[in-house]
């Protein structure tokens, strides 16, 4: 039965896309960046589960990334779809959303046939784009009117679609150890999303994956 434990994580990473998507056609009262974050939950633990069990499989890497096209590349895609159906004047410009789910599927592609992504990321993670994007109805305002302006909404979408597929170095939040030498960068980076989310609540979430991904450049401009 353990052997099946990191799929059956996967699954749950799954069904909570799922009732993400169904949560947005059917217009449920309840943030859709809740069932993204649990998703991302047993993203989380499917992982540490098959390290920790010793458990390695084909099928687990292909559904994991199954599971994760639908929770971090199929939600925030209709999620964005929805919300410039509803801002936008023009009836064509929703259909741009879809650049989402087309960079997120690239993305798991090039992360499943690129071994050199173990303790560091070539592009956005999937996770981090999902959870910028359906955290965006906590910004207040005048910041949250801005966002959700037809062009600012346009933007975001083609912004972090190109993050997805691009080549940045971004670092991955995985310890081999808890030494403060080896791991400053992911220190830091949690040390100020507390401080965010103590300032700010769950309007945070979209300043956090904006620091993640500015600490990642200065730590490779830095490097350099």
Request: one cysteine or more; charged letters at 10%.
């Amino acid at each position: 039965m353990l052997k099946h434990i990191p799929n059956f994580l996967t699954c749950c990473n799954l069904i909570c896309g799922c009732l993400g998507v169904i949560g947005l056609l059917e217009g449920w009262n309840i943030p859709i960046a809740y069932f993204v974050w649990a998703a991302g939950i047993f993203d989380f633990f499917d992982g540490f589960a098959a390290r920790l069990l010793k458990i390695s499989s084909p099928l687990g890497k292909e559904l994991d990334s199954l599971a994760d096209m639908v929770s971090f590349g199929m939600v925030p895609s209709l999620y964005m779809y929805v919300s410039l159906s509803l801002e936008s004047p023009f009836s064509y410009i929703p259909y741009i959303a879809i650049l989402i789910a087309v960079c997120s599927a690239l993305r798991l592609a090039i992360f499943n046939l690129d071994e050199s992504q173990s303790d560091s990321f070539k592009g956005l993670p999937t996770p981090a784009n999902a959870f910028f994007i359906t955290a965006l109805p906590f910004l207040e305002s005048p910041i949250l009117d801005f966002v959700f302006s037809p062009l600012v909404l346009s933007v975001i979408v083609v912004v972090f679609s190109l993050l997805l597929v691009s080549r940045i170095d971004l670092f991955a939040l995985k310890f081999k150890n808890f030494g403060w030498a080896d791991n400053k960068t992911r220190f830091t980076f949690l040390g100020l999303a507390v401080l965010l989310i103590v300032a700010l609540k769950l309007a945070a979430f979209p300043f956090i994956i904006l620091s993640y991904i500015a600490l990642s450049l200065g730590v490779r401009m830095f490097q350099k």
